[in-house]
């Protein structure tokens, strides 16, 4: 079946323990990116890539980190968390960085995210 | 930058009648792409209707229709014949040419399908 899936999908921790949420394809698809859900903001993009080691930020960078060394997984690494960044998570892919109306984007179960 | 903005955060309408959730947009450009997802409580974002800015033809996918308006840069989804499963966070998201494939996504619309 074809998916994204994010582990975990719920984490409770607290301020400044490091964690990682995995993310992976298997669509073969080229470019991949991370949103957050807050309420009443909607999803805003945090990082993008669109391929193997070819990242940047999106609109929402700060306190992040993530890498592309296989085209199918893309984690975002949260080195040290604090509370402003609990928050709803997606992972999301689709076959090539060009936008159109036909390279739709596939998400994530989403991730459920609390920094104590 | 662009922008979503939809107004609306919660809407209620009862089985088998029909709603209209409004989006509006703002950009510079003049090819972009339009998108509605659903959110049902499951938290899973499911690609609803999609619309090509260069097409003046409205998009329909089963019970669901958008009214596209270029020049108001309105994007208002149109959902006939409500069904209970249809209860959701509705969210418009807007890309474009230069930004690669990123979505810009208004703050939503909360629907709640009644009997």
């Known amino acids: 079946e074809a998916q994204v899936t994010q582990n975990p999908r719920y984490l409770i921790t607290v301020t400044g323990k490091k964690l990682t949420v995995t993310c992976s394809q298997n669509?073969?698809?080229?470019?991949m990116s991370w949103y957050r859900q807050d309420p009443g903001l909607g999803l805003r993009q945090i990082y993008y890539?669109?391929?193997?080691?070819?990242?940047d930020k999106g609109d929402v960078p700060e306190g992040y980190k993530v890498s592309r060394k296989e085209k199918r997984n893309f984690p975002l690494i949260l080195e040290s968390p604090s509370p402003n960044q609990t928050s709803l998570y997606f992972c999301?892919?689709?076959?090539?960085?060009?936008?159109?109306?036909?390279?739709?984007?596939?998400f994530g179960p989403g991730t459920r995210l609390t920094v104590l | 930058a662009q922008t979503v903005t939809q107004s609306q955060p919660e809407m209620s309408v009862q089985e088998a009648e029909t709603v209209t959730l409004s989006c509006t947009y703002d950009?510079?450009?003049?090819?972009?792409?339009l998108f509605w997802y659903k959110q049902p409580p499951s938290r899973q974002m499911i690609l609803v209707i999609r619309?090509?800015?260069?097409?003046?033809q409205n998009a329909t996918e089963n019970r669901f229709s958008v009214n596209f308006q270029k020049a108001a840069k309105s994007f208002s989804l149109k959902i006939s014949d409500s069904q209970l499963g249809d209860t959701a966070m509705y969210f418009c998201?807007?890309?474009?040419?230069?930004?690669?494939?990123?979505?810009?996504f208004g703050t939503g619309t909360r629907l709640q399908v009644t009997l």
């Open positions: 950009t510079s450009e003049s090819n972009y792409y």
């Open positions: 999301a892919s689709s076959f090539e960085w060009v936008p159109s109306a036909y390279n739709e984007q596939f």
């Open positions: 998201a807007f890309t474009n040419t230069g930004t690669a494939s990123k979505l810009t």
């Open positions: 619309q090509e800015a260069y097409k003046q």
């Open positions: 890539s669109m391929n193997v080691e070819v990242t």
């Open positions: 669509m073969n698809h080229e470019y």
